[in-house]
């Protein structure tokens, strides 16, 4: 429960071992659900972690915040940071050490922000594809805050961003071009959606736009990235159809403790639910990175 007592999904793995290697939180990205990387949250278990997973208020087993089941709404991006900083407070008391955040996409984007407010204090950070920006923007992110701004003046807040598919909820059939080479990975996100109708969302609204360009200026603040000391692993493709690679490379660049790990045309943008060779190149980058920023307590 939230502090204001609003529900929240969350899932929990367990330590296997006596004395568990540490503790990782997974947050996924927008839209998705901690379903879809039950294979990965589970390896990281079986490798000695105790995991825990938690869907965004308003998204998945989350509820929504918009006036329907499918469009991605929120008033603004510091009640997701909230939401983690509250989570993060209460499970590291509970869980053993060290602590690891991660986060994909949007996820991603949010983990770094609540490190950067310095409301969670995590040992290591992995960031999966973070949005640190948009893929194909051709202005400034100052820029495009504004025209978010503006389409905000033409109607409810809460209306699709960008067209989803003729009948609400249907899943675009050129999606998986933008997620994963991997058909059988990607089918397992419809049979979950099948299974649990509750889990799906479409496009994101025109608020959730404009706070993402709101949220992202605020990273982009001269020191605020260069500010934090923790490890980072970020990790992206160059054919990422949906966020920013250059972003992500600049972000890279900034942080103290910052480390890339950089795929081409053989990733799309769910690198933890690609073809096996990509995702265990990712996944043993991460075990690695995990070795040196975080090891196992003596």
């Not at 978010?148 to 003046?153: G, I, Y």
């Not at 979950?192 to 889990?199: A, D, S």
Request: glycine content about 8%; charged content about 25%.
């Amino acid at each position: 429960m939230a502090p204001d007592q609003y529900a929240i999904r969350r899932i929990d793995w367990p330590g296997r071992a006596a004395q568990p290697r540490g503790s990782i939180l997974f947050l996924p990205g927008r839209g998705d659900c901690y379903e879809k990387y039950l294979e990965t949250l589970e390896e990281w278990h079986r490798a000695g972690w105790r995991v825990t997973a938690s869907d965004w208020r308003g998204q998945a087993g989350s509820g929504r915040l918009g006036a329907d089941a499918v469009t991605g709404h929120v008033d603004d991006f510091s009640r997701w940071v909230d939401d983690l900083a509250h989570l993060w407070t209460r499970w590291k008391a509970e869980t053993p050490g060290p602590h690891v955040l991660i986060g994909h996409s949007m996820g991603g984007h949010l983990v770094l922000r609540t490190v950067a407010e310095q409301r969670a204090d995590p040992d290591a950070v992995i960031l999966s594809a973070p949005m640190l920006g948009f893929f194909g923007s051709v202005l400034p992110v100052s820029w495009m805050h504004r025209v978010a701004k503006v389409m905000l003046r033409f109607g409810d807040p809460a209306r699709p961003a960008w067209k989803w598919s003729e009948k609400p909820g249907e899943v675009p059939a050129s999606r998986v071009t933008l997620l994963t080479h991997d058909p059988e990975r990607y089918q397992d996100e419809l049979w979950w959606r099948e299974k649990r109708p509750e889990l799906v969302m479409g496009p994101g609204s025109w608020g959730w736009v404009e706070r993402a360009y709101g949220s992202m200026r605020l990273l982009y603040a001269p020191g605020t990235l260069e500010a934090i000391r923790t490890p980072v692993l970020l990790i992206g493709t160059t054919s990422d159809r949906l966020v920013d690679m250059i972003a992500i490379e600049a972000a890279a660049r900034r942080l103290p403790n910052g480390e890339l790990l950089a795929f081409g045309e053989e990733a799309r943008h769910e690198i933890l639910r690609e073809v096996d060779a990509v995702r265990d190149r990712a996944m043993k980058a991460i075990a690695d990175f995990l070795d040196r920023a975080a090891p196992p307590k003596a």
